[in-house]
């Protein structure tokens, strides 16, 4: 079954997007927290864009956003 939408999929607080037969991913935000949670298996992260990074960003204090964290995707060990 695929879900297509056309325009944005808006979800209230609390809404959860669950994933598998038995829920083990799911994807949702508290009014406060946003979480995503895998319950069986690993979590898989995947970046297929050629020689590209995994960035991870965080407000910096100061209004605005810093780069606190990156995977290099360009060199390989």
């Known amino acids: 079954m695929a879900i297509k939408f056309l325009n944005d999929g808006d979800f209230p607080d609390n809404a959860k997007i669950r994933l598998g037969d038995a829920n083990d991913l799911e994807i949702y935000h508290d009014g406060t927290d946003s979480t995503v949670e895998n319950k069986t ?37």
């Open 41 to 77: 298996g690993d979590l898989i992260i995947t970046n297929s864009a050629n020689d590209k990074d995994i960035i991870f960003k965080s407000d910096d204090g100061s209004g605005g956003v810093t780069t606190y964290m990156f995977l290099d995707g360009q060199n390989k060990r």
